[in-house]
């Protein structure tokens, strides 16, 4: 029985998705009538909605009052205040795709606890759908999305497996290059890292650790350091690493190798000579650095592309793989020799 009322007197989603036993985002899509749901699903969704004292005479999400022909890029909004190649070429990526087929993309910055400025393009009616940047753990955004029942692709992991998402290989990526500098004769493998709330730190953390069991090695907490947001936290951890003697440092990411290499120069510590060092995200910042460094090399570009075509193809109604991921490639440069 419908107990609670959420936007325009109807049953809140969360609540028609435990009573009949199914995930808040098919719900949203059999009120929505978009992306993949049977037909004998839909008709349970509208069941009970239509249970008397209800107004089951539209969906869930807004009215839809026809198409803007405008997509949203969500952006976690500390970016803002970053230079990251990653997200400049994978926003290349989607504004190709999204003018190739008749769309506009506006850029929308949230946070894990500051959702206004999407729930403001949502109940606006401004976007017909949603490409969120970067995947993290109990994202407000994706409650959200699923609340006003918008159509939306993920770039990353997301443990739903009802949400589309467009991933690289983080995992196997990281394991590799693991195995790889183990390889090469590396024994003492440090790992920095950002913020486990991201999915992709966590799922390159957890390939780091996989190429250390691969290779018969027990992981060393002391040897590994996460969080890292801020210059003072990589150089907090850059010296709590260092007082265990390693001899190569592994790096979440681009930004991450890059600082350090300049940190290594200015504590008179020769790479490779004395320490290598290697990046689990490639891109020209690691390029132009002497010693070039070793990195994981993804295509960013094609990445968002991915993304964009599968929200547009979940907005017509397609059937699509609802988890697609791109592989990666070991660049290796002067910093691990």
Excluded at 239 to 262: N, S
Aim: proline letters at 4%; charged letters at 25%; aromatic letters at 6%.
């Amino acid at each position: 029985m419908a107990t609670g009322q959420g936007r325009d007197g109807r049953p809140p989603i969360e609540e028609i998705a435990q009573a009949l036993g199914i995930s808040k985002t098919t719900v949203s899509r059999a009120l929505s009538g978009k992306g993949r749901v049977s037909e004998e699903t839909r008709a349970k969704v509208f069941a009970y909605v239509g249970r008397p004292g209800v107004d089951s005479s539209t969906p869930v999400r807004r009215q839809d009052p026809g198409a803007t022909h405008n997509l949203s890029l969500v952006i976690p909004k500390h970016f803002m205040q970053l230079d990251l190649p990653f997200l400049r070429k994978c926003m290349g990526g989607v504004c190709t795709m999204a003018a190739q087929r008749g769309y506009d993309l506006l850029l929308c910055y949230v946070s894990d606890t500051d959702t206004v400025q999407l729930e403001r393009q949502l109940a606006s009616h401004k976007v017909d759908g949603v490409i969120l940047s970067r995947t993290m753990s109990d994202d407000p955004s994706i409650d959200l999305l699923q609340q006003y029942g918008v159509p939306f692709v993920a770039i990353g992991r997301i443990e739903n497996d009802d949400i589309p998402q467009a991933d690289n290989d983080q995992l196997g990526a990281a394991s590799e290059m693991t195995r790889v500098l183990f390889q090469m004769g590396a024994r003492r493998i440090a790992y920095l890292g950002g913020s486990g709330t991201y999915t992709v730190n966590a799922d390159r953390l957890r390939g780091y650790l996989r190429g250390l069991a691969e290779f018969g090695v027990p992981a060393d907490q002391s040897l590994i350091r996460t969080g890292i947001e801020s210059d003072e936290q990589r150089t907090d951890a850059l010296e709590a690493v260092l007082e265990q003697h390693p001899d190569c440092l592994l790096c979440c990411d681009d930004r991450i190798a890059f600082d350090l290499m300049r940190e290594l120069r200015n504590r008179h510590i020769r790479v490779p000579e004395q320490l290598r060092l290697a990046s689990l995200y490639d891109s020209e910042l690691l390029a132009g650095t002497t010693p070039a460094i070793s990195a994981v090399q993804f295509d960013a570009e094609r990445l968002g592309s991915t993304a964009c075509r599968m929200l547009l193809d979940v907005m017509a109604g397609k059937d699509i793989p609802l988890r697609q991921v791109q592989g990666y490639q070991v660049i290796l440069r002067e910093s691990t020799k």
